[in-house]
């Protein structure tokens, strides 16, 4: 289970949600959760997309009405590739 992150910059909260919840991004988000477990981590299957959080900038007057979004609570099942399963054999061939 894990979150994506929040992006640096505000934008309209229809541009955030929709930049947030892009495929690409959750797919990005997907592998890296898997790969951070070690060598030869992969992912199996999304279980669930996870629900999309908005926050409203603050701080500034320039923040004001626009929002950073994004996704938590994304699960994903991880595996492990066997070691020597794909042909790779260190210091051979």
């Given at each position: ?6 992006p640096q910059k505000c934008a ?12 690409y991004t959750i797919d990005k ?10 060598y030869g981590w992969y992912v ?50």
């Amino acid at each position: 289970m894990g979150n994506t992150i929040p992006p640096q910059k505000c934008a309209a909260k229809e541009d955030a949600s929709q930049r947030a919840s892009d495929p690409y991004t959750i797919d990005k988000f997907t592998k890296r959760f898997c790969e951070t477990q070690g060598y030869g981590w992969y992912v199996s299957e999304a279980n669930d997309q996870g629900k999309l959080v908005c926050e409203e900038c603050s701080g500034d007057a320039s923040g004001a009405g626009k929002y950073k979004c994004h996704v938590e609570d994304i699960v994903v099942t991880c595996k492990r590739l066997k070691p020597g399963s794909v042909g790779l054999f260190p210091g051979e061939g």
